[in-house]
């Protein structure tokens, strides 16, 4: 076997504002990672990394963000990245919009675009980190003008099926679209994932029209989960390798500092955990590929079970939000695993 530790990681300084002192606030192994690698082994693909590699993560000791260093290399997390979701979609018999996991992502989606709504009426929107492009199928039913960029390759085919049109591809600070163009951009998911969170901001900044919606969500280490973790020194399960940042109310508010924050809330996790997966919550891309195969091997007569049980437990956690949200707890103390932010991109640009 071939030892490729050391090429395939890369060490950084902070994305926020370049400063190289850092405290480790945690390690994690990635056990999950080597999985992965096994199965890219197999297929007769260069493995990610050889060992059961020990990941720390820093906070930035000047502006607090935290992340992880030394981390995969771009390289690595593209091998990475197409192979999961050349996992999760390729040779599979049920077509991924007819399954379970689908229309669990399809109330995610529809709530996302009903908050969107609350801000502005449809426009153009692009959706970056668009994934097989289910949230954008969701706004192009409901009038929108839709655009989307998504790093993996394999999942923009998947998406171009759907939705009939091409996402975007490529370095995000290249995409082909004009300045001040934009009604909305929304970036769910995506900022922890990327590794230089400045460029994207700075894209949606200059993509927006002046007045223009920017929708973020990103794992929250103020949260909660975390503070319990800490509490009781238990590792924390919200770190995860291709997880490169990690945020708090205070830096997501300094990366958005051009933008004016309009709501910034939080919540915690809806997926459901599946019973044979309650053992360790390792990774969520582990378990999505499992859930996907895990789905086909099901009868009707338990897909339509499991998809009852699921709807049930959203509906739980949608009210706990509503809850949370009347009394405006969530809002004040931002204890959830993700923030949810919206921002707007100010109406006259001062420029001089
Ligand atoms: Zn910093």
Known sequence: MRHEKRTELEYVICNLCGNRNGNVIGEFRSRDLVDIDRSLTKRGKRPILNSNHTFQVF???SCGLAFINPRMSRAALKRFYEGFYEGLF???SVSYEQSVYAV???EQEKGRLKDVSRFTRAGKLLDIGAGPGHFLSVAKKHGWQIYGHE??????TIAQQLLGQMLFTGKISQIPLPDNFLDVITMHSVLEHTSDPQEYVTTALKKLKPGGLLVVSVPNLRSLNYFLAKLFSLPYPGFLFEHLYYFSPKVISSLLKDFKILEMTSYH????M???QSQHRISVNRNQSRFATFLLELSRTERKWLYIRNRVYAAQMRLLREILEYHKIGGRLKLGDVLYVFAKKPAEESQN
């Open 59 to 61: 906070r930035c000791r």
């Open 90 to 92: 390729v040779g599979k």
């Open 104 to 106: 669990l992502n399809h």
């Open 151 to 156: 790093y993996s390759k394999k999942a923009a």
């Open 269 to 272: 996790h809806s997926r459901p």
């Open 274 to 276: 599946l019973p044979q």
